[in-house]
């Protein structure tokens, strides 16, 4: 445990213990923080204790660990904690090699369906774009794995503009994900160009940008690089906090200035076993992110990927965290659980509060299972007519109504 219990979470502590040396302009810099990223085993046990089975573990798989920690996330660590949830996100661990077998290296089949190389376009209306493999920290759970453990690769400029010119061809497109990667490690005048032609393609209604830099670098996310993204309004922002420690001054600062630029800010986590799979944590978390401005969007399911499945835990324990969220607190704070399937997209989760149900009522519980009857009004007779006609929705979406009796023959 810490010596002194920061009254917020904070990287103060961790700076003076790795990085005394470092001047205020070097540790506020992003630059210096990327460039200082630890990326090899031995220099990471220099701040680290390591069991030495586990060290000698992983060092005979070095070229495979991947290591890329800014100082910054590096502090937040406690390094008298082997299970320290901040550490579990970023240190490699023996039990990833493990369970080595179990996982896949593809769990969503997105490099099968590839509309051309770099762009997943699974749903109608949205594509991924996979701007770039890089990211400022390799994340122990991440679900693209795959893409930057070849070593970081930037995209070509040719393979971007045949990227920009499928959505420029596809008009049911109407919202681009940039993902990655990171696609805020991309230089600023990439990612330039890459938003000002996606944003003459008139289809294109929202960009959203999906960046883990405000939790792991938030010095990266500077007045120069919002004022780039305020150019290309409507935008989102998703980032990706997992735990309430993440919620420094300095990520707090980061999500402020992308806010103020007039983009919202969305938070996607990742439930971990020992990291954040806990009502009580995710409260912490979920309460913090609405505090700093950002609404908690998704919770997924950790995907089966190669490498993390120490770190998975089963879909109940979400579906139990939920059940402990919702009613309990602001529904603000909720986000919606999701497993996310094998080329079949996300699907939600969620506990069942319909316990039974005919054409004319249901029966409900609620958050303190308190249990309620409610009454269904009929359906207009014209459309109980027109029932077999075509669904006004662009796809044959029929809601499920689990234990549904039909009333004739009750
Ligand atoms: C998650 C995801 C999206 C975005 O889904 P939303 O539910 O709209 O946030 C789009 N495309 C792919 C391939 C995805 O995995
Ligand atoms: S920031 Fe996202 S894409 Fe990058 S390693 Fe972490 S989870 Fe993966």
């Not at 991440?142 to 690769?153: P, Q, S």
């Not at 690089?225 to 150019?231: A, P, R």
């Not at 499945?309 to 969220?325: D, F, P, Q």
Request: proline share 9%; hydrophobic share 40%.
């Amino acid at each position: 445990m810490l010596e002194t219990p920061a009254p917020e979470p904070s990287s103060e502590y961790g700076r003076r213990l790795f990085f005394p040396s470092a001047t205020d302009a070097e540790w506020n810099d992003w630059r210096w923080q990327y460039r200082n990223r630890v990326r090899d085993l031995a220099t990471l046990a220099k701040y680290l204790p390591f069991s030495k089975g586990e060290f000698d573990q992983l060092k005979l798989v070095e070229d495979q660990l991947h290591i890329g920690i800014p100082p910054y996330y590096l502090a937040l660590i406690d390094p008298a904690d082997m299970e320290d949830p901040i550490r579990k996100q970023a240190v490699p661990a023996g039990a990833e090699f493990t369970y080595h077998s179990v996982g896949v290296s593809d769990p969503l089949h997105e490099d099968g369906e590839m509309a051309v190389e770099g762009l997943v376009h699974r749903y109608p209306d949205r594509v991924l774009f996979i701007a770039t493999n890089m990211c400022p920290m390799y994340c122990r759970h991440c679900t693209r794995r795959r893409e930057w453990e070849d070593g970081e690769l930037p995209k070509s400029r040719p393979m971007l503009d045949a990227m920009i010119a499928y959505i420029r061809q596809t008009p049911q497109i109407r919202d681009v994900i940039f993902s990655g990667g990171d696609p805020l490690s991309l230089p600023l005048p990439v990612l330039d160009y890459c938003l000002t032609e996606i944003r003459k393609i008139p289809h294109v209604e929202i960009i959203r940008i999906g960046t883990r830099f405000p939790v792991v670098l938030p010095q990266r996310v500077t007045d120069e690089l919002c004022t780039v993204l305020g150019k290309h309004l409507p935008v989102w922002m998703n980032t990706h906090f997992n735990h309430p420690r993440e919620l420094t001054p300095e990520a707090h600062a980061a999500c402020q200035r992308v806010l103020r630029t007039g983009i919202p800010v969305n938070n996607q986590s990742v439930l971990m076993r020992g990291v954040n799979d806990s009502a009580e944590t995710m409260l912490k978390l979920c309460h913090g992110l609405l505090r700093i401005g950002v609404r908690p969007y998704y919770l997924f399911q950790c995907d089966p990927i190669r490498g993390a499945e120490h770190l998975r835990t089963s879909v109940w324990a979400g579906v139990e965290i939920l059940e402990k969220m919702r009613g309990w607190t602001s529904g603000l704070a909720i986000p919606t659980f999701v497993v996310d399937t094998e080329g079949g997209g996300k699907i939600p989760l969620a506990p069942n509060y319909l316990m039974y149900a005919t054409e004319d009522a249901l029966v409900l519980r609620n958050y303190e299972g308190r249990i309620f009857q409610y009454k269904n009004p009929a359906p207009p007779a014209a459309r109980r007519r027109r029932k077999a006609a075509a669904s006004p929705l662009p796809f044959d979406a029929k809601p499920a109504r689990p234990h549904l009796v039909k009333r004739d023959r009750a």
